[in-house]
Nanobody, 124 residues
Framework: RLQLVESGGGSVQAGGSLRLSCAASGDTSSRHYTAWFRQAPGQEREGVAN???????????YYADSVKGRFTISQDVAKNTVYLQMNSLKPEDTAMYYC??????????????WGQGTQVTVSS
């Protein structure tokens, strides 16, 4: 079974940066894509970005339009860790951020494994 642990959330002012980490453990042999999602109170869970972590293929990435050009997803294969570098943060980026693995695309239902989440709060 795959376990995911997120870290790196916090509170920043608008325009600031944060880097989230998602460390995978357990059965990491095949994770297809690993993605970051976020969910603000009263809103649906939104896919933010994903990266191919299936072992071969070079780590292809995909971003939601709302974060394109501001967020960067990357991975450290040796550490089984996926990162989300968030720059130029806006108050509307405030949400609980979740890491999910072994899925495709940015639909939440595609991903069977989830972390517990890390809170990001951006003040104006």
């Amino acid at each position: 079974r795959l376990q995911l642990v997120e870290s790196g959330g916090g509170s920043v002012q608008a325009g600031g940066s944060l880097r989230l980490s998602c460390a995978a453990s357990g059965d990491t042999s095949s994770r297809h894509y690993t993605a970051w999602f976020r969910q603000a109170p009263g809103q649906e869970r939104e896919g933010v970005a994903n990266i191919y972590t299936g072992g071969r293929g070079g780590g292809a990435t995909y971003y939601a339009d709302s974060v394109k050009g501001r967020f960067t997803i990357s991975q450290d294969v040796a550490k089984n860790t996926v990162y989300l570098q968030m720059n130029s943060l806006k108050p509307e980026d405030t949400a609980m951020y979740y890491c999910a693995a072994d899925g495709y695309g940015l639909g939440a239902s595609s991903y069977p494994f989830w972390g517990q989440g890390t809170q990001v709060t951006v003040s104006s």
